[in-house]
């Protein structure tokens, strides 16, 4: 496998990518977007590097995004909606157009994890809606409606007992999805949206985790869109278990992605 490091001229500014390359001939490729509230992460996280190197020693050519970040206490200059989203565009537009890069004769996938499969799952949004959809799309315990929907019977009895550290109340997302947001309404979010001509999709929800709500209902509304998708659970995990450096449960999400991307 080779790593390289890129700056693109993108359009708000240098965008910096990293590509990983497989050793043997690509069989498919992947632009991946790290999660973080909005407002952290970067492409040295476990969620962004171990993802991306994973798929790659799988056979996957896969480009990791670092696109800008929401203001936070640290960062009060930081970026809105569609800033991300116009970044992971840019990025995949620009994979696209490479012929050195191998995908395998395969078009582009894209996907990211929590707040980046929420920039992943709008951006692709605009891509249909512009005619360039990718050929697959990949989210890992996303966040994807302006609210955290209820619930489940199951799933508040499998969040008893979890850290309130660890949880995502109503509240909580609220406030993190408007700092992205900034007022603005259509587009933002994938839920809740008119999903057809949406790309196939796979979703790997965290079994613990609060917005497995997400992750749930927008599997239902892909397949009231007539959208094929794959919607699994990973047993015994909490949210961002991606972060979770060669675990088994990080592997196993990874082999799942894999699997989706290299079936025929």
């Known amino acids: 496998m080779t790593t390289t490091d890129r700056t693109l001229d993108g359009p708000h500014g240098p965008l910096r990518i990293r590509v990983h390359t497989t050793d043997g001939p690509a069989r498919a490729a992947l632009v991946w977007s790290h ?26 050519t896969t480009v990791e995004v670092e696109y800008r970040l929401a203001p936070s206490d640290e960062r009060p200059d930081g970026v809105h909606f569609p800033v991300p989203q116009d970044e992971v565009r840019h990025v995949l537009a620009t ?14 996938a894209i996907g990211g994890a929590s707040a980046g499969a929420s920039i ?63 007022g603005a ?4 979010f994938a839920g809740g949206a008119d999903l057809t001509g949406f790309p196939p999709t796979c979703i790997v929800d965290s079994e613990r985790d609060d917005l497995r ?17 794959t919607s699994v659970v990973e047993p015994g995990t909490f949210h ?7 675990t088994p449960e990080a592997l196993r999400t990874i082999d799942r992605f894999a699997a989706f991307l290299l079936a025929d």
Do not use: I
């Open 120 to 182: 992943t799952a709008s951006a692709a949004l605009r891509l249909v809606a512009d005619g360039q959809a990718p050929r697959l799309v990949l989210l890992a315990y996303p966040t994807v409606h302006a609210e955290l929907p209820p619930l489940s019977d199951e799933l508040a009895a499998a969040m008893e007992g979890v850290d309130p550290a660890r949880r995502f109340t109503p509240e909580s997302v609220r406030q993190m999805n408007a700092n992205h947001a900034s």
């Open 95 to 108: 994979v696209r157009a490479d012929a050195s890069l191998d995908t395998g004769g395969r078009d582009w």
């Open 240 to 246: 961002g278990h991606l972060n979770d450096e060669g």
């Open 185 to 188: 309404t259509a587009g933002v």
């Open 35 to 60: 999660g973080g509230g909005f407002v952290f992460g970067d492409l040295d996280m476990p969620e962004s590097a171990q993802t991306a190197r994973e798929l790659a020693a799988r056979g996957v």
């Open 213 to 229: 709500a997400s992750g749930a209902a927008f599997a239902e509304e892909l397949r009231e869109a007539g959208v094929p998708v």
